[in-house]
């Protein structure tokens, strides 16, 4: 497989630990209908004004309502209103390392203690087990993942083993062939048959490019039809004469051209198969 096989696969694993980061629902990130979104998006319409921050708070990690409002639980000290160079009153105070600023009638709401009737310092019963549920499903989910990557690892270490004794096999009797000398070559031949193979291609090409351009195309290509055999060798091939066939067929025209014509019929049926189980080894090995 190519590099990005897996590339969908560990994006959406890290996009779970982004929410686990941020200390966020899994279960509202997946879709899970919530109470508790919905209790906030109500809460925060209670509020007239915007929250002001010195400097501006990054888009992906704003400062909201609930943290005023816990903020002010946890320190009723520092929430106090402050009177502006202009006569305006409003609450300022440091939170996440910026400082805010908030409107005097947001103040006073927050003040009040009307908002303390709802539980905003910890999620709702019902979302929790919401939220249980979710863990449990990703955990299996999880754990089938890495069960299967492990599969598919020790898998993949095994074949990569096979395919680099294939190899090593190929290259072996490569060499073998090139160091003993052919009965039918020439004496006065120079150059081994492995070098009149390498000159065979030019010197800008990149067999490994064009072949995987021919697997992509393969691929790409509809399933064979159904006129080929089993074993890929067209059925037109499988269904040649037989030798005893054209033997007979000769011997009825004469006793005196039985064996040439014997020979001439036997030789083109022993070529035609020849060259369809050729193409057949040829084939397989594409395929691995």
């Known amino acids: ?36 979104p919905r209790l906030l998006r109500g809460i925060e319409k209670f509020f007239d004004g915007p929250i002001k921050t010195t400097p501006l708070q990054p888009f992906s990690n704003p400062i909201g309502w609930l943290d005023v409002v816990s903020f002010a639980r946890s320190n009723p000290k520092d929430f106090t209103l402050v ?24 103040w006073r709401l927050v003040w009040s203690g009307a908002l303390d009737r709802f539980p905003l310092d910890h ?55 090139d160091t003993l000398p052919s009965r039918y070559q020439p004496t006065n031949s120079t150059g081994s048959s492995s070098s009149q193979r390498t000159a065979s291609f030019s010197a800008g090409y990149d067999l490994h490019a064009d072949l995987l351009q021919q697997f992509l195309a393969a691929s790409a290509s ?3 039809s159904r006129s080929t055999s089993v074993t890929g060798i067209p059925i037109t091939t499988l269904s040649q004469p037989s030798p005893s066939h054209s033997v007979t067929h000769s011997q009825a025209h004469g006793p005196r051209y039985s064996g040439h014509a014997a020979e001439t019929a036997v030789q083109p049926v022993m070529d035609s198969r020849e060259a369809a189980f050729r193409s057949l080894i040829t084939q397989r090995t594409d395929q691995l």
Not at 96 to 103: C, D, L, P, R, Y
Not at 130 to 154: G, M
Not at 159 to 177: A, Y
């Open 1 to 36: 497989g190519d590099a990005d096989t897996f590339a969908d696969i560990i994006g959406l694993i890290g996009e779970y630990e982004n929410v686990l980061d941020r200390h966020e629902s899994l279960a509202a990130s997946l879709g899970a209908k919530l109470t508790g």
């Open 222 to 224: 509809p399933p064979p």
């Open 123 to 177: 999620p709702l019963e019902e979302d929790e087990t919401a939220e249980l549920a979710t863990l449990d499903i990703l955990e299996q989910r999880t754990s089938i993942l890495y069960k299967k990557a492990d599969e598919v690892a020790a898998r993949a270490r095994i074949l990569n083993h096979r395919l680099g004794q294939r190899k090593q096999d190929i290259r072996r009797r490569r060499s073998t062939q």
């Open 83 to 106: 009177q502006k160079a202009d006569g305006t009153r409003c609450c300022q105070f440091v939170l996440k390392g910026s400082q805010v600023e908030i409107m005097e009638d947001d």
